[in-house]
């Protein structure tokens, strides 16, 4: 008898539609933040970052990058900061520089979504580092232009680190994540680490074949932010629920008690990593709006986690 019921129980569908009507623009609204980022314009930035050439840490090409990405950062309207230091590596000192794009919010809570934008040095060929070093410097640019006038509570940080390559040969001893370990110790000692409430690391998550997995080494409440944003988001088959270790610029982090995540599509089978074959050719705008759109839900969701409040 659906006639009776819907009279008995017309004043709570009612107050329901009301209720549907006031939250639904909220829901779209929040959909629609989380589903916009816009990965045709951040592949246009890694093919203009590709174009300086080989980028390693100490290098010209290095330097003119950093000084575009910071001209574009300046434009959202952010604070622009270069943290400028100097490296003791087997290669002997090379001056390098982390970017900090910060957008304040009403608390002082920072959530930082860091990626490397230096490039692996090889002499014996020509390395451009489209995926590695390239996306993450890409998806963080086209991030600031995304967060440019976005209402938020918590502060953000964007950080663009230099170093995070081995200088020498491959990932040994201390010889990697120079930037980011610089910027630990910097934080430890003005007294400003015990602020960062998150710490989102990207890396090569412009591969066009894009699988993310569960970091191993990552704090598992941001792991699951992270993912649980994703499967909402429709991403399941780009984030499948298995568990892969690699270390990243976020040890450092997860080494000084921060809660960190690596968003890393990573395989060192895939046959380009590290070589010459690291081109556009290998990238795709698709797979840096999948992450963007991620990590555009995950911000929003850290807005109102209990982790951080
Ligand atoms: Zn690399």
């Given at each position: 008898m659906p006639r009776p019921e819907f009279q008995k129980n017309w004043a709570a569908l009612g107050a329901g539609w009301l209720l549907l009507l006031l939250v639904a623009p909220l829901c779209l609204r929040a959909e629609g933040q989380a589903g916009n980022f816009d990965g045709e314009r951040a592949f246009a930035d890694l093919k203009h970052l590709v174009d300086y050439g080989p980028r390693p840490s100490g290098s010209a090409a290095l330097g003119e990058e950093r000084q575009w990405i910071e001209g574009q950062l300046k434009q959202t309207g952010a604070q622009v900061e270069e943290d400028a230091f100097t490296a003791s590596t087997p290669a002997g000192e090379i001056p390098m520089a982390n970017i900090i794009a910060k957008f304040p919010g009403t608390q002082s809570h920072i959530v930082m979504v860091a990626g490397h934008y230096d490039t692996k040095r090889f002499s014996n060929f020509r390395f451009v580092g489209a995926n590695d070093g390239g996306s993450s410097a890409a998806l963080l640019l086209e991030l600031a232009r995304e967060l440019k006038g976005r209402k938020h509570d918590l502060t953000y940080w964007l950080v663009f680190f230099d170093?995070?390559?081995?200088?020498?040969?491959?990932?040994?001893?201390?010889?990697?994540t120079y930037g980011s370990r610089h910027m630990v110790e910097k934080l430890s000692s003005n007294g400003e680490?015990?602020?960062?409430?998150a710490m989102i690391l990207v890396d090569?998550?412009?591969?066009?074949h894009l699988v993310v997995r569960r970091n191993a080494e990552s704090t598992g409440w941001l792991v699951d932010t992270v993912f649980n944003a994703a499967h909402r988001l429709g991403y399941s088959r780009y984030f499948p629920d298995e568990r892969w270790g690699t270390v990243d610029d976020h040890i450092p982090f997860v080494n000084a008690g921060v809660s960190s995540v690596d968003i890393i599509c990573f395989?060192?089978?895939?046959?380009?990593?590290?070589?010459?074959?690291?081109?556009?050719?290998?990238?795709s705008a698709e797979s840096l709006t999948i992450v963007g759109n991620v990590v555009l839900a995950t911000l929003a969701d850290l807005e109102k986690s209990p982790h951080i409040h």
């Open positions: 170093g995070e390559e081995a200088v020498r040969t491959e990932w040994e001893g201390d010889d990697n680490l015990g602020r960062i409430a090569m998550i412009g591969d066009s395989d060192p089978n895939d046959g380009y990593w590290h070589t010459a074959k690291d081109t556009l050719s290998h990238c």
